[in-house]
């Protein structure tokens, strides 16, 4: 196992010209001797970015000490490339390195919750070979999957489609922490649900009135309604358009064969309206599963929870009677 941290210094510029990690690799902190602390570097779910585990007991041995800020200064990052932070189900936005959450002490996690927290680097613009410095290369298979007419700009014109095209990928991947954490979520909720859609059983049926039946069909009409539309967002996230079973490849495939290397690529203009509109999709995605988590997943669950509640406690009462 690799060990990150002093007296190695693993500098920004080797985050990104180093190769991803193949495993986790151990961190250290000199001045916390015996914490197990690992990372990830640039995870396929994260190109522009890192995942640090800490273990349990180390949290539990060493409270308060350590954050994201420290973690960064063990690989001597800068924190004013830091983009955004994902800490279990909660996410917040770096500020360049301002964000005083960055210092804030990492909790231990709950048991069987996720330990790990990513963090989102800036892309690495400045660190890009001119393109005067590299030879002519024809399209990658990806980029010609497009389909587009050709079309080669040249100099500032170009970099500066490159820096777009990149902002846009950092973006979306931002943007897929985002979603997969809330399809998640939206999973959850549909098992809820789907442990909702039942009949009463017998002791509920003989407690329950006229108006306790109805209403219990009409939340389990809600919960069937909800529970579609759960299930066809969160199939959308994992098979549709911008998954890896759609397009979402072709994209990666461009960025590392192209954008980051700063290689000549024909249609680049189109090329890059492609990624805005990617972007667009991913982002319209991300929109839809909030607006269905915060939607029909409560809605449904509210309303059979509240029917429930109410014949549980006829139920209850007819029991002392007896």
Same mark, same amino acid.
């Given at each position: ?21 193949? #495993? %986790? ?14 990372? %990830? ?65 990492? #909790? ?58 990149? #902002?846009? %990928? ?51 009409? %809600?919960?069937?309604?909800?529970a579609a539309i759960l299930a066809r967002i969160v199939r959308a996230h994992d098979i549709g358009t911008t998954s890896a079973a759609g397009v979402r490849n072709r994209f990666d495939d461009l960025i590392g064969q ?65």
């Amino acid at each position: 196992m690799k060990v990150l941290g002093r007296p190695r210094l693993l500098w920004v510029m080797d985050i990104f010209l180093r190769p991803p990690s193949a #495993s %986790w690799e151990a961190v250290c902190l000199p001045d916390v001797p015996g914490a197990a602390i690992w990372a %990830w570097i640039r995870p396929p779910a994260a190109a522009c970015g890192i995942i640090f585990q800490i273990s349990y007991h180390s949290c539990e041995s060493f409270p308060g000490v350590f954050t994201i800020r420290r973690l960064l200064d063990a690989l001597e990052i800068d924190c004013r490339l830091t983009r955004m932070c994902f800490i279990g189900a909660e996410s917040f936005d770096a500020m360049q390195g301002l964000n005083p959450q960055l210092d804030l002490p990492l #909790s231990p996690p709950a048991r069987g919750a996720n330990p790990s927290a990513t963090v989102h680097l800036a892309p690495p613009t400045v660190f890009a070979a001119p393109l005067s410095s590299t030879p002519a290369l024809r399209p990658a298979p990806a980029a010609r999957a497009f389909g587009l007419p050709a079309r080669q700009p040249c100099g500032h014109a170009a970099e500066a489609m490159y820096h777009t095209i990149e #902002s846009d %990928w950092h973006a979306i991947q931002i943007l897929e922490s985002k979603n997969l954490i809330l399809r998640n979520q939206l999973n959850a909720s549909l098992s809820r649900m789907l442990a909702f859609n039942r009949e009463m059983s017998p002791d509920e049926r003989n407690a329950s009135d006229t108006q306790d039946h109805r209403d219990w069909q009409e939340a389990r009409r %809600w919960i069937r309604d909800g529970a579609a539309i759960l299930a066809r967002i969160v199939r959308a996230h994992d098979i549709g358009t911008t998954s890896a079973a759609g397009v979402r490849n072709r994209f990666d495939d461009l960025i590392g064969q192209f954008i980051t290397p700063r290689r000549p690529l024909e249609n680049l203009a189109a090329v890059q309206h492609l990624f805005e509109v990617h972007r667009k999709t991913v982002q319209s995605l991300n929109t839809e599963m909030q607006s269905a988590h915060h939607g029909p997943a409560r809605d449904g669950e509210s309303k059979a929870q509240a029917v429930m509640a109410r014949v549980r406690v006829k139920v209850q009462a007819a029991r002392g009677k007896r």
